[in-house]
Structure formats: structure tokens, C-alpha cells
């Protein structure tokens, strides 16, 4: 899912080449931390969080799918 | 030589190709190209996670594209994602539910209070009732609370 997150991520930012995502494998839960340039936040969150909510629902079924969760986490 | 609008739906097609395999998700897709932007039709074995809990997949999936591929200072562009005809399906299915809620207003003299929907749909309600004798509609709350209330007026 780390490939999903970062065409995402890519296709919304102003600086591609700043975004990092990074995967932290469990037992239970995959973390995916996904890093982008400060002035970029807003746009993979989204008014509201809407955007970072529609990458998380994605995220969510492609999961379920795989019998496995999945977490993003945007950091700032 | 190719057009904007060309070149636009091809980058549209290659992400949506690259998106779904992303997600390890069972679904084809169709383009088609319309008068002012594309529609995006979903089919396939996973069309089932893609419409459960009121189409909140497709949303999802129109919201990111809308998001990824909006050019401010361009043209219009409506980009709309379909999945078996879901967005039609649903458009008749709320005509139907906003003429019944109203009948049952005017009865009443009650306010009637929709789920929360999506924009798009709470537009299909207010365009259904915009010309219905004694009720009016409005929509309130914010986000994803936000729900269309149909009033009886006059």
C-alpha cells in the first residue's frame, strides 16, 4: 500500500520529489507515514480532512480486502 | 495533434489504471469522454466494496481525482466517477424519496429531516422539490453532517 499513498500523495502535492512514505510493519496494523513539504499539508489533507478521509477509505478497503489494517498517518 | 481535454482524460486514464492496481482492487474501468470532462465507469468483481455504505469508496475516489486533477484558471472539467450506474440509479431513487417526504410535509405541516448525504445528492433533492407548491428546502449542518431538511412553506 506504500506504492497507493505515494502516487496519491504525488498527484496532489506542488513538490513531488518531497514526499516521503514511509511503511511500519506489525503484527496487527501497517502504519503508513507519509511526509510532504510543509506548504503541501493542506492539500493531502483537504478542507475539512476531506482528502486525507478519501485516501483513508481507500486505505480502509484495500485492507479489508487483504484481511489486513492499514493506518495512515500524516505527519507534520 | 491531441487536445487539452484529450490529453487530460489519457492522464486521468493512466492514474486510475495505476490507482486500482495500487490497491490490489478487482475492478476495470471505462473512460468516456463528455461535453465539459469525463465520466470514469468502475465494473468488475469488487464493485460491491466500491458502492457499500452509501458509495462511500466512489466519493472517495471522485474526491481524490477531483483533488489530483483540478487546474485552476482551466476550463471546466467534470470529473464524475459511475459504478453500474449508480449515480442514475441513485438520482431516481432520491426523486422518488424527496416527493414522497414532501407529500408527507404538506400533510403534516413537519419539517422532514434527510441522512447526511453528498453534495451531489442533497443537489438532486433541492432540484426535485425547487418547484413543489408548499415546501421548501434547505440544507444544514457541516461536513459530513450535513443533511437536507424539507419545510413546509407558504
Redesign the interface.
Known sequence: MKELIEMIAKALVDSPDQVVVSEVVGEQITVLELRVAQSDLGKVIGKQGRTARSIRTLLGTAGMKLRKRFVLEILE | MKTEKEKRIARVTS?VK??LA????DLEFRCDAEDQGMTVHLYGH?VG?VLNSGA??L???N??LN???YEPGTEAFNLLVDCNDYRSRRAEELEGLARKAAEGVKESSEPYLFDPMPASERRIVHITLAEEPGVMTESEG??LERRVAIFPAG
Request: aromatic fraction near 14%.
Open positions: 492514474f495505476e490507482l495500487a490497491a490490489e482492487l469488487d466494496l462511500r469508496l466519493y472517495a475516489i474526491h481524490i483533488r489530483a486533477f457541516s461536513g
